[in-house]
């Protein structure tokens, strides 16, 4: 497992034991814990992970590393690799539901962290706790409060479903080899029920990708190009709602953005 690191698929393997040990505490294992890893590389969380877990899946897109995993721990059945993309599992066939669901935790590839990112949020079902490792910006979006230039579409979008906590900063010499940038390692807890009433999923989505499509414009006219009502009703809608159209969309509250999609969810009933 010594060959070169490949840049395209992320690879900034883990090398500081305090840092490993850090996630591995973050996770807060139980013996009776199944943990799905998301690219376990050359293992760095793995061995702590399996040795902690009853159950463990390991998804590596990396043929060379998903091998030397298999052959690795060939003797325990409780250990599962999967030579694949994260992107194209379905991870409800793969997983299939435990009781106390599955625990996430992964130093993701930094080049897909948000479409992994969205992934695990349709399957949220499954999980009971995530702890990954982010580059820095991406984690302080998810946890940025409205008002500010980092609060966006994942901040709000995620932020329905999750509870997420900022544990820890990470620095480039915590890896090889090192990353241009910081990291972060965010926990997410998923709620029982969305944080606030939308309606519908699907037109809270758009009102939100929507909101945020053109930063410099105001709401208003960011929500006239979404295709979500006739244009001429969107002054209206933002009224009802109470809602200012000249502002912009990063100053709106999750709450101000559910009252907009429950509004147009019962217009379209
Ligand atoms: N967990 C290891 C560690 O902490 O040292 C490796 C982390 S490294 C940042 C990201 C890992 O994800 C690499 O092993 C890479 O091959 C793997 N990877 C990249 N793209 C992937 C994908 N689409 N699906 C699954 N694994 C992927």
Redesign the pocket.
């Known amino acids: 497992m010594s060959r070169r690191p ?1 840049k395209s ?6 090398v500081d034991r305090n840092i490993i040990a850090k996630i591995i505490a973050s996770a807060q294992i139980a013996p009776t814990d199944s943990i799905l890893e ?5 293992g ?2 793995t061995g702590h992970l399996a040795q902690q877990a009853s159950r463990l899946v390991l ?4 043929h060379v ?1 998903a091998s030397g995993l298999a052959d690795l721990y060939r003797d325990k059945p409780q250990v599962k690799v999967v030579d ?4 194209a599992v379905d991870l409800a066939q793969l997983l299939g539901n435990v009781e106390a669901g599955w625990k996430v935790v ?4 930094y080049n ?1 962290s948000s479409p992994v990112l969205f992934r695990l949020l349709e399957n949220r079902s499954l999980f009971s706790r995530m702890v990954l490792m982010l580059q820095k910006e991406v984690g302080d979006r998810l946890v940025a409060s409205h008002g500010g230039g980092d609060y966006g579409v994942t901040t709000v979008l995620l932020g329905l479903w999750f509870d997420m906590r900022r544990e820890f900063i990470v620095h480039p010499a915590s890896f090889h080899p090192c990353p241009r940038v910081d990291s972060v390692v965010v926990s997410f807890v998923p709620l029982p029920k969305p944080r606030v009433e939308v309606g519908s999923e699907e037109t809270f989505r758009r009102v939100v990708k929507g909101a945020f499509a053109m930063r410099r414009k105001t709401l208003s006219n960011c929500l006239k190009a979404a295709d979500l009502a006739d244009p001429g009703d969107i002054a209206g809608i933002l009224q009802a709602c109470g809602i200012d159209g000249q502002r912009r969309g990063e100053t709106l509250s999750l709450e101000e953005f559910a009252s907009i999609s429950r509004y147009l969810s019962c217009m379209a009933v």
């Not at 698929?9 to 883990?14: S, T, Y």
């Not at 998804?59 to 990396?62: A, H, Q, T």
């Open positions: 490949i698929l992320g690879q900034n393997f883990l998301i690219g376990p590389g050359r760095a969380l998804v590596e897109y990396d590393l694949a993309d994260i992107l992964a130093n993701l590839p897909i």
